[in-house]
């Protein structure tokens, strides 16, 4: 498929997704977040693919939506559901714009190469694990520009980093550097710019090596579904998954590869 705004690649058993604007630091436009979602869906569809990257061309990662088309845009459209949902998980909380995330079952690694913002934060957000460059800047950015937390990333926010610290970003806006966001739980991993697609992909291999991508699937699902669930509702549901899982070969392979000392042979899904 050829794209506008976006590059896609498939290596490795790792999809990479750029945002490809770099003249505008990747500002979000309605394209974009079509291409995006178009290919996510295509990597999550590939049984080749174990995990997706999803990063930005140039010196940022993304500075937000495109203040042009922003000016322009119908309000209505915001709440405007995908054409589409993915298959994993089918809640409605993460089957809407730039909330769909989650319900991808493979593992989503975000790399912040640069400036993250506004509804460039909101997808951040959306990815399973964050590496950061040192000298990337992060801000909510929203009351600034007259606007409310936009798609869900309240919600998202302070799952992330707390209530309180949640509050302190959206209401006053401000830039924090890598170093802070990492210390708040906001990224995993900061490494110097020039080191930043080593390390990013290093640990994606290691995923798409060494684990199996049916188990990755279920605790990604356990742990997006756990803020809807009880201690016991989430007991229950991991105890079903073992259940199911330990009758499976990779659970087999994966024994045997641990006492063997070598790759394990996990089946793609």
Same mark, same amino acid.
């Given at each position: 498929m050829t794209y506008q705004q976006i590059l896609y690649e498939v290596r490795d058993r790792i999809a990479t997704v750029t945002l490809n604007r770099p003249e505008r630091l990747n500002a979000w436009?309605? =394209?974009?977040?079509?291409?995006? *979602?178009?290919a996510m869906h295509a990597a999550a569809q590939d049984k080749t693919v174990r995990v997706i990257v999803l990063t930005g061309a140039g010196r940022a990662f993304c500075v937000g939506a495109d203040i042009e088309g922003l000016a322009e845009s119908d309000p209505k459209a915001l709440a405007t559901k995908l054409p589409r949902p993915f298959d994993m998980n089918r809640r409605a909380d993460y089957q809407t714009r730039h909330t769909w995330h989650p319900a991808i079952g493979k593992p989503i690694i975000a790399m912040l190469n640069g400036a993250t913002a506004g509804l460039g934060l909101v997808n951040a957000l959306g990815c399973d694990v964050r590496f950061a460059a040192e000298d990337a800047v992060f801000t909510t950015a929203f009351a600034r520009i007259g606007l409310s937390a936009e798609y869900g990333i309240a919600w998202m926010l302070a799952r992330v980093v707390g209530h309180a610290n949640a509050l302190d970003l959206l209401l006053s806006g401000r830039k924090l550097g890598a170093s802070e966001a990492q /210390? @708040?739980? @906001? =990224?995993?991993?900061?490494?110097? /710019?020039?080191? @930043?697609?080593?390390?990013? *992909?290093? *640990?994606? /291999?290691? @995923?798409?090596?060494?684990?199996?991508p049916r188990s990755m699937r279920a605790i990604k699902q356990q742990v997006w579904e756990a803020p809807f669930l009880t201690l016991a509702e989430a007991v229950a549901m991991a105890n079903r998954d073992m259940a199911i899982g330990s009758a499976l070969p990779d659970f087999k392979e994966g024994l045997s590869a641990f006492l063997e000392k070598r790759r394990p042979g996990f089946a793609d899904e």
């Open positions: 436009t309605d =394209v974009m977040s079509q291409e995006v *979602y178009d /210390r @708040l739980g @906001l =990224v995993n991993f900061v490494h110097p /710019r020039d080191q @930043l697609a080593k390390a990013t *992909y290093a *640990y994606a /291999r290691e @995923l798409a090596e060494w684990c199996s």
